[in-house]
Nanobody, 124 residues
Framework: QVQLVESGGGLVQTGGSLRLSCAASGRTFSSYAMGWFRQAPGKEREFVAYINRSGGNTIYTDSVKGRFTIFRDNAKNTVSLQMNSLKPEDTAIYYC?????????????????WGQGTQVTVSS
């Protein structure tokens, strides 16, 4: 079992940057691919970014390509999301999640473990 705790959210102006971090418990972190998802008020949870177990493969939703970077440190049991050039439409609660699936997946229902979320607010 994996427990996930996000941090790093906050309030930032349009064009600013934030780095979200997700700390995982347990010694099997490297056995899980990781994803970041977000949920804005009144909207469904949506996929943001994915990274495979080794960190060698990443996937992004189109709206964040070129602005967000996902990376992980398996020695420290952490996965992070560097967010640059933030826009008001990036405002949401951001969640990290873990999946035991080997093949890349952007479907929230296929992720086994979730953090509690961290709020990101981008002011215009």
């Amino acid at each position: 079992q994996v427990q996930l705790v996000e941090s790093g959210g906050g309030l930032v102006q349009t064009g600013g940057s934030l780095r979200l971090s997700c700390a995982a418990s347990g010694r099997t972190f490297s056995s899980y691919a990781m994803g970041w998802f977000r949920q804005a008020p009144g909207k469904e949870r949506e996929f943001v970014a994915y990274i495979n177990r080794s960190g060698g493969n990443t996937i992004y939703t189109d709206s964040v390509k070129g602005r967000f970077t996902i990376f992980r440190d398996n020695a420290k049991n952490t996965v992070s999301l560097q967010m640059n050039s933030l826009k008001p439409e990036d405002t949401a609660i951001y969640y990290c999640a873990a999946t035991g699936k080997v093949l890349p997946d952007t479907t929230a229902s296929l992720y086994n473990y979730w953090g509690q979320g961290t709020q990101v607010t981008v002011s215009s």
